[in-house]
DNA sequence: TAGTGGTCTAGACCACGGT
DNA sequence: CCGTGGTCTAGACCACTAG
């Protein structure tokens, strides 16, 4: 049931409400989920705020609408080869790789939103004696949600084991735009490049189930990653 | 004004107007718009249909809006963003566009695995006397499944219609890898570009959902389309 | 035809920001 | 204080889908 009295707007309670059933599968995968009409009469609020939410859950990928027919569940509508963020160190640890870091810079940067501590790092592979590296990574986080960071030796520890650690913060969700680039110097240090081509960066943010900020990100992807897409159409 | 009478819904024509108003620079970056207030009675219309339009403006990032202070123009320059290849025509006339085609290129062609029919295609929106091309997309489309595709004028007609409604089959899965192109000279003249540009590929298979393949395809964006991507962890 | 989502109206009250 | 956007109500009519 929703709180009319509650500081949470009564779309957001139902959008988590909501979101509950489609990923506990209570509300089950291609299956429409009641019609607008019905959540107006079950939770007593009126089809406006209904659609606010189912809005925002469409936004997000969770859901899609069918004129005529329906709301339905849609799990699983992108997924992703390397751009996993339960993380690259993951990732490559499954497939039996030596994931290596190395910190190019990190210091405290004011953006006009607030502080953030940067973190540039190169990522790669130990290949025998040589180290591939696959990607630069740039990382903004927000210093008013993880004070201290700057504590931490990223070239060793997981940006996001430590937040889920040790702030208890758990990374959820990823708005990224994918553009190209020509190399810089320093990519094309990194990458051994031996002249300059064309790359791929992405960039963008990354947050939490409530929408909250946690990393301003962007992302130089080395030639060779594939950047593979999978998605679903209905 | 507005025309309460078009199909073209009311909040996708003021949606358009004020896209407008933002790229020819008549809103200016970082200033604000006419509040919500102002433009409910400007146009005619209810705060709910202003603030649909607004709400899709914010969407795409070309306004930001804050609570106490106004709806103001945000820096970046991104048109258009497209995260499948089902939405190109449905998204662009939601938006009140009119989506254009023009063949490039139509042949039959032998590729290792059978006979396939090569569909070259500009695609991109009627802007007043100008074409403004957003995409070129190559189609090979096998002709065992597609006998006699090539009657059709795929100027006119959308691929994916005449696969539904003519042969009944239903594109639903694709699987793509994004790569940086450098510009050629069919880009450069389509995308009016003044020099040699990195620009995103996109090029895979598409499917059905017995996972046959319906199409090979290649669509290399302009530098008009933001590639926007929102993963989810679970 | 009945049920669904898509659009739109005409209000209301609230929280926030700056004066 | 006033003007801004944020939320919400209670309707209405329409277009699409399927039986």
Redesign the pocket.
């Known amino acids: 049931m929703?709180n009319?009295h509650?500081?949470?707007?009564?779309?957001?309670?139902l959008e988590r409400i909501l979101r509950e059933k489609i990923l506990t599968g209570e509300f089950k995968d291609g299956e429409?989920?009641?019609?607008?009409?019905?959540?107006?009469k079950t939770y007593?609020?009126?089809?406006?705020?209904?659609?606010?939410?189912?809005?925002n859950l469409?936004q997000e990928g969770l859901l899609y609408?069918?004129?005529?027919?329906?709301?339905f569940v849609r799990l699983q509508e992108i997924k992703y080869s390397i751009w996993n963020f339960e993380g690259f160190t993951d990732y490559l640890r499954k497939k039996g790789e030596h994931p290596v870091s190395r910190v190019l810079e990190q210091k405290g940067v004011r953006l006009d939103s607030g502080d953030y501590w940067k973190l540039k790092r190169a990522r790669g592979v130990q290949k025998n004696e040589k180290v591939l590296f696959l990607t630069i990574d740039t990382s903004y986080i927000p210093l008013r949600k993880f004070a201290g960071i700057d504590r931490y030796d990223f070239s060793r520890e997981s940006l996001y084991d430590v937040m889920r650690k040790e702030y208890h913060v758990y990374p959820r969700n990823s708005e990224v735009v994918i553009q190209p680039v020509t190399s810089d110097d320093t990519m094309k240090e990194i990458f051994d490049l031996d002249n300059v081509r064309s790359l791929l960066k992405a960039k963008g943010i990354v947050t939490d189930e409530r929408g909250d900020e946690l990393e301003k990100v962007e992302i130089v992807y080395g030639p060779n990653i594939e950047f593979k897409l999978m998605t679903k159409m209905r």
């Not at 509650?6 to 309670?13: E, G, I, R, S």
């Not at 009641?34 to 107006?40: C, H, N």
């Not at 007593?44 to 809005?55: D, L, S």
């Open positions: 929703l009319k509650d500081v949470v707007p009564l779309y957001a309670q429409p989920i009641p019609s607008e009409a019905e959540l107006t007593n609020i009126t089809r406006t705020t209904v659609r606010k939410a189912i809005g469409v609408q069918a004129h005529g027919k329906g709301t």
